[in-house]
């Protein structure tokens, strides 16, 4: 028995990987080289485009909990992005590089799975995982669509600039992480008023790379908007978003400054650092602009411009179960950003479910249904729940899960909320194991 995988992204190498310990011969589909996206930088499996973060990594956040219930249920990339990270304070974020570079060796090392780098434009008939990604091919797209008789739905993502470090100047620079929780492990831009202003001018003055005829009706994805689009719903949305000061004092002068632009560490070796919240479709030659109009950025060396691409992702309230299976086909699965999953994190826990359930498939188990109560099962219910009439694309988030009963008093208690949810998730899933 042979399943095929399509992609080798993050979704695509977890669902080959839970495949292959089981035993399972696999066929992992991969375009790149041969044909690439403009997105993608290089032909490894499981590339890291837009940031190198897989967001917060204890369970007081909603993505947190999803880590921990990835470890339990025996996910194999979030170990490696453990073995791979990089000092981010709260967060998990990854050495890109030696990420990739790991997860492409343990699957062509795997004698249970059998690489070909070639695009499939077809969906096959037999037993088959799709986690083409946001970036789906057009031929395959074609065919996904004319097998879920959807029209697919189109959003934006964008793509946050990359510096040297040793270009930032650390006389107005700080390093700090939000309250002092964990290392002090991002470097902080700090502004006044004044700065802040000029820096805005910039920004809702700066000439934007003009889209394609057929990418104008588009959606962006609301958690990942470019930082023009936050700028134009009014002066001080920024403030109050990627560049909000609060928790950030420079303790060198114990001041709480009017904005901060934070940069978080994007490689081991520390050398390179991506703008936390900057993702752009400005002209290259403005975001230079921009950038360098940065207390402590104003000779910044960029190695990576921002840019914006379009991402596909099906129907899933028409299309999927909560298992990944497809509603008219059981030997067809869908995982990763594709079903409308927004996150690196979401893309891999998707791929592990797709691919433990494949292999329950063909060994005649019943499929895993998480329930609602578990951040993986929220986020597989909702993405096909068929009363959905304008599906968006969604991250791991608590307003998905089960509520918990709390006493009145005690309801706007974030911290005892997240504390109850993971609680009862993570002992669902270890009693289930």
């Not at 096959?124 to 739905?153: C, M, R, W």
């Not at 510096?163 to 939000?178: C, L, P, Y």
């Not at 298992?323 to 995982?335: G, P």
Request: charged letters at 25%; proline letters at 4%; glycine letters at 6%.
């Amino acid at each position: 028995m042979e399943v095929n995988v399509i992609g080798a992204g993050l979704a695509g190498s977890e669902a080959a990987l839970q495949l292959a310990k089981r035993g399972i011969k696999v066929n992992l589909y991969e375009m790149r080289p041969k044909k690439s996206t403009w997105a993608h930088k290089t032909d490894k499996f499981a590339e890291f485009v837009c940031s190198n973060s897989l967001g917060a990594s204890d369970c007081s956040n909603a993505s947190g909990l999803l880590k921990k219930e990835m470890e339990l249920l025996g996910g194999e990339l979030i170990a490696i992005a453990r073995a791979c990270s990089v000092p981010a304070g709260n967060a998990l974020a990854i050495d890109r590089e030696l990420f990739s570079s790991t997860v492409t060796e343990r699957i062509l090392s795997n004698e249970n799975i059998n690489v070909i780098k070639d695009e499939v434009c077809k969906i096959p008939d037999s037993y088959t995982i799709i986690a083409s990604g946001p970036l789906t091919s057009d031929s395959l797209a074609d065919s996904i669509k004319e097998f879920t008789q959807s029209e697919h739905l189109h959003f934006f993502d964008a793509i946050a600039p990359i510096v040297e470090k040793d270009s930032i100047n650390f006389d107005k620079a700080f390093w700090a992480s939000r309250y002092d929780k964990g290392e002090a492990s991002y470097i902080n831009c700090p502004m006044n008023k004044e700065e802040y202003e000029k820096f805005y001018n910039i920004l809702i003055n700066a000439p934007k790379i003009e889209l394609k005829e057929f990418e104008k009706n588009a959606k962006f994805f609301e958690s990942c908007l470019p930082i023009e689009v936050l700028a134009s719903r009014g002066v001080d949305t920024l403030r109050f978003g990627p560049m909000k000061p609060v928790g950030l004092v420079d303790k060198r002068t114990g001041v709480e400054n009017y904005a901060v632009v934070q940069l978080r560490q994007d490689n081991s070796a520390k050398t390179l650092y991506n703008l936390v919240g900057f993702q752009t479709n400005l002209k290259w030659g403005s975001q230079k602009e921009l950038l360098q109009s940065i207390p402590g950025l104003e000779n910044v060396n960029i190695v990576r411009y921002g840019v914006m691409h379009r991402n596909t992702f099906i129907n899933s309230p028409k299309v999927l179960y909560p298992s990944l299976q497809t509603r008219s086909r059981k030997d067809l699965f869908f995982a990763g950003q594709i079903t409308g999953t927004e996150g690196y994190t979401e893309s891999i826990a998707t791929g592990m479910l797709a691919g433990i359930n494949m292999a329950r498939l063909i060994e005649g188990k019943d499929l895993i249904i998480l329930p609602k109560i578990t951040m993986l099962g929220a986020l597989t219910n909702y993405i096909s729940d068929v009363e959905h009439e304008k599906f968006q694309p969604i991250n791991s988030n608590w307003g998905i899960v089960e509520p918990v009963d709390l006493p009145k008093k005690e309801r706007k208690n974030k911290k005892l909320k997240a504390e109850l949810i993971s609680k009862r998730s993570l002992e669902y899933i270890n009693a289930c194991k």
